[in-house]
């Protein structure tokens, strides 16, 4: 699926190779001048927002992934995981996606990060012992939502979704993860 077809997403960062950096290859360049899906104005504290977050990764134009998160730090954190993708002790799925973005790059391809947002609700949440009136982010159904509808268009999730696709990594991938 094309993200010019989106019609929720609003553009929040390029990548780019990281040549200065001895581990890590990819960067996250966030914009300055952020505009909603409405090309409205948004502050750029929009990118350190805590409410969860849909991010789609975008490769020539084509989602290649549709993941979310509500981690502390917004998006810009979100995207920091991928980016040191190649340090520590990192997932399959971060290391893995850190690498087909470089190829992506390498290939010439332009990769961009995107975002959907939603306001969060007030609503009613049971603890061990009591209720309380709570703001919430319903960012997995909004991940779900976003895949369901990829999903009726291509017929099947992104192409770097792989544990939702039920697939496996590339063999090459998992021996240089492990």
């Known amino acids: 699926m094309k993200i010019k077809d989106v019609k929720t997403a609003f553009k929040v960062a390029d990548v780019v190779l990281d040549k ?41 134009g084509e989602i290649k992934k549709i993941g979310g998160s509500e981690c502390k730090g917004g998006i810009i954190n979100t995207m920091s995981f991928y980016q040191g993708g190649m340090q520590g002790g990192p997932s399959i799925r971060t290391f893995g996606i850190h690498l087909l973005i470089k190829e992506e790059l390498e290939k010439g391809n332009k990769v961009e990060i995107y975002m959907i947002t939603s306001p969060k609700a007030k609503m009613k949440v049971k603890g061990l012992f009591s209720e309380s009136e709570m703001e919430v982010s319903a960012f ?39």
């Open 20 to 60: 200065e950096h001895k581990v890590r290859h990819i960067k996250f360049v966030f914009l300055n001048d952020l505009v909603d899906e409405n090309d409205k104005p948004l502050d750029r504290k929009i990118l350190r927002d805590n409410s969860g977050r849909i991010y789609l990764i975008v490769s020539g």
């Open 140 to 178: 997995r159904d909004m991940e779900n939502k976003c895949k369901q509808d990829f999903i009726s268009v291509d017929g099947k999730l992104p192409e770097w979704n792989f544990q939702e696709r039920g697939e496996v990594w590339r063999q090459d991938i998992l021996k240089l993860h492990s």
